[in-house]
């Protein structure tokens, strides 16, 4: 079942890796989100510390980058239904 979660996140990493597009970035959040919480849900220890390797593993060094501009469309998008 987690290798489930891992590979859509790949496959999302992969296609946002070469499409510059905020909804494919946040697709890939999305996809992180699902693989921590399965991840949260897993009784033993050892296996959700090896769970959370193997994410570590998957992510590319832009993904903080990628998170913060995840943000940065967030807040700009509430902005614009505030006003």
Known sequence: MLSRYL?????SI????????LDVLNLARRKMEEAI???AG???S?????A????DSLLPME??????????????NNE???H
């Open 46 to 50: 050892e296996q959700q510390q090896s």
């Open 7 to 11: 590979e859509d996140l790949q496959h």
């Open 37 to 39: 919480s399965f991840i």
């Open 14 to 21: 992969q296609w946002a890796q070469f499409e510059d597009d």
């Open 80 to 82: 614009r239904l505030v």
């Open 52 to 55: 959370y390797h193997q994410l």
């Open 63 to 76: 993904w903080p980058i990628w998170m913060e501009t995840c943000r940065y469309g967030d807040q700009s």
């Open 42 to 44: 897993l009784n033993n």
